[in-house]
């Protein structure tokens, strides 16, 4: 990973939690599509984060870790991805409403 694209991938991060999130006007998600990525969320995150979210090579994604962190940086995370970390960027996949969607799952609970 170049030097630049970690920038891009920090900056992106900063702007996405100093910045509101304006998902109120979104169309809302089709059933199908949040199937999509319920099946996304346990399978692809959950092979980094655990199936259960209880961690694995990730940190833990249960509620009670996530509460003190804010909903807007989550998502952001999801977005971007942690640089420096094997977190990838899921811009290419998610939009932002998407993203917001898994992570209000997350902040649930998700259990497979």
Request: net charge negative; hydrophobic share 45%.
């Amino acid at each position: 990973m170049t030097v630049t694209k970690i920038a891009s991938q920090f900056f992106g991060v900063i702007m996405m939690s100093l910045l509101p999130l304006s998902l109120s006007v979104a169309a809302p998600l089709s059933t199908e599509r949040q199937a999509t990525l319920e099946h996304l969320l346990i399978q692809d995150c959950g092979s980094c984060h655990g199936l259960r979210m209880t961690g694995g090579l990730g940190p833990a994604l249960t509620p009670q870790l996530l509460a003190d962190k804010s909903r807007e940086s989550l998502i952001a995370t999801v977005m971007y991805g942690r640089p420096g970390t094997a977190m990838p960027p899921w811009d290419a996949l998610l939009n932002e409403q998407e993203a917001a969607w898994m992570i209000d799952r997350l902040l649930q609970g998700v259990t497979p």
